[in-house]
């Protein structure tokens, strides 16, 4: 599987039409995802993250749905999918997420084997010993005793759960897993812990992964590719280390310039002034421009193309031949 497109997704557009107007949480967004390959989204809070990931999922919930846009997954248009296709075809079996905030809904009244074998019964018709087994081995994978499988989610760490619901959305072994903020909650040493056994499990499976943060210094060990995110556009996308060397895109080199690292003068840490805009009423031309250091009079006007800068791509009028 390795090396096939398995994720084609083109100006993907979701919106929100709420009373006070159209928010245009998402807008044109293009990507491709290869197998084995890992995605990590990152932007600050409010950009589009989640959003992008629910309308890969078919999961945007009214007010809000997908208004344009394609998502190939093998050669299948999914954007164009009923419910009960997105059920029976996509969800879980090919798409598996891993929700933002997770571990808080796992349910109190059910074991945590539980909870994992619901969708092995529901989407594979696989249950009883057959089903423990492959809990089991997943619950290893994520480096958890295989005890827990008996216990109930109160038992548990956040760590711990976090972990699980991991475990959760590898098991149906999908093309595509979506991490949306799968450590936020934790505290570093946690996360930490977690994020390498992410790694290690990208290299140990064969799947596709996505991972959305709004912490970009912790994509870096865990992306093979980086989509940076401001006001529902995709700024800047391309390999993530050619970006974290070498940031194109005014926001980018700003979210990176933001990173604390050790050791460094704490009155140097840089911040983005000004506030991300309301998406109901974007800023013209360029979204980024109110808050650009580089911006001048085309910014206001015109929507930047994406231009190629040494295989990167860049929404960037700075970066414009003519
Ligand atoms: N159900 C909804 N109704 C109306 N607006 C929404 C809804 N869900 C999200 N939005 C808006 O869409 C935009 C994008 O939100 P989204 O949750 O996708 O951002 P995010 O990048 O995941 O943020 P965070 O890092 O805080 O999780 C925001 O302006 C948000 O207010
Ligand atoms: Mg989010």
Same mark, same amino acid.
């Not at 083109?10 to 390959?37: I, N, P, R």
């Not at 059910?110 to 809990?135: A, S």
């Given at each position: 599987?390795?090396?096939?497109?398995?994720?084609?997704?083109?100006?993907?557009?979701?919106?929100?039409?709420?009373?006070?107007?159209?928010?245009?949480?998402?807008?044109?967004?293009?990507?491709?995802?290869?197998?084995?390959?890992?995605?990590?989204?990152?932007?600050?809070?409010?950009?589009?993250?989640?959003?992008?990931?629910?309308? *890969?999922?078919?999961?945007?919930?009214?007010?809000?749905?997908?208004?344009?846009?394609?998502?190939? *997954?093998?050669?299948?248009?999914?954007?164009?999918?009923?419910?009960?296709?997105?059920?029976?075809?996509?969800?879980?079996?090919?798409?598996?997420?891993?929700?933002?905030?997770?571990?808080?809904?796992?349910?109190?009244?059910?074991?945590?084997?539980?909870?994992?074998?619901?969708?092995?019964?529901?989407?594979?018709?696989?249950?009883?010993?057959?089903?423990?087994?492959?809990?089991?081995?997943?619950?290893?994978?994520?480096?958890?005793?295989?005890?827990?499988?008996?216990?109930?989610?109160?038992?548990?760490?956040?760590?711990?759960?976090?972990?699980?619901?991991?475990?959760?959305?590898?098991?149906?072994?999908?093309?595509?897993?979506?991490?949306?903020?799968?450590?936020?909650?934790?505290?570093?040493?946690?996360?930490?812990?977690?994020?390498?056994?992410?790694?290690?499990?990208?290299?140990? *499976?064969?799947?596709?992964?996505?991972?959305?943060?709004?912490?970009?210094?912790?994509?870096?060990?865990?992306?093979?590719? *980086?989509?940076?995110?401001?006001?529902?556009?995709?700024?800047?996308?391309?390999?993530?280390?050619?970006?974290?060397?070498?940031?194109?895109?005014?926001?980018?080199?700003?979210?990176?310039?933001?990173?604390?690292?050790?050791?460094?003068?704490?009155?140097?840490?840089?911040?983005?002034?000004?506030?991300?805009?309301?998406?109901?009423?974007?800023?013209?031309?360029?979204?980024?421009?109110?808050?650009?250091?580089?911006?001048?009079?085309?910014?206001?006007?015109?929507?930047?193309?994406?231009?190629?800068?040494?295989?990167?791509?860049?929404?960037?009028?700075?970066?414009?031949?003519?």
């Amino acid at each position: 599987m390795n090396g096939r497109t398995i994720l084609d997704v083109k100006d993907l557009s979701t919106h929100y039409f709420t009373s006070k107007g159209v928010v245009k949480a998402l807008d044109d967004a293009s990507f491709e995802l290869k197998g084995g390959q890992s995605l990590g989204i990152a932007g600050e809070s409010g950009c589009g993250k989640s959003t992008l990931a629910f309308s *890969l999922l078919r999961m945007v919930q009214p007010p809000g749905r997908i208004v344009k846009g394609s998502i190939m *997954l093998d050669g299948v248009d999914v954007a164009k999918f009923t419910e009960k296709e997105a059920r029976k075809k996509l969800r879980w079996q090919k798409i598996s997420m891993v929700f933002q905030g997770a571990m808080d809904i796992m349910t109190p009244v059910y074991t945590v084997g539980h909870q994992m074998m619901e969708p092995l019964y529901y989407h594979k018709g696989i249950k009883g010993k057959k089903g423990r087994e492959i809990c089991y081995r997943y619950l290893d994978m994520v480096d958890l005793d295989t005890d827990l499988f008996h216990r109930y989610p109160h038992e548990l760490s956040g760590g711990q759960k976090q972990r699980v619901i991991i475990a959760t959305a590898l098991l149906m072994e999908p093309d595509v897993v979506i991490m949306d903020e799968p450590t936020t909650a934790l505290d570093v040493v946690v996360e930490a812990r977690i994020m390498n056994d992410l790694k290690r499990l990208k290299h140990e *499976l064969d799947n596709s992964m996505i991972f959305i943060t709004h912490d970009l210094s912790i994509l870096a060990e865990v992306s093979d590719n *980086l989509a940076i995110m401001y006001a529902g556009w995709i700024v800047e996308l391309g390999d993530a280390s050619e970006i974290y060397k070498d940031p194109k895109h005014p926001y980018t080199q700003k979210l990176i310039a933001a990173i604390p690292r050790l050791h460094m003068d704490m009155d140097r840490l840089e911040y983005i002034p000004g506030a991300p805009p309301e998406l109901t009423d974007p800023p013209s031309g360029c979204r980024f421009h109110p808050r650009c250091e580089h911006a001048f009079d085309r910014c206001m006007k015109e929507v930047p193309k994406e231009y190629d800068v040494d295989g990167v791509l860049v929404k960037c009028h700075l970066y414009a031949e003519d």
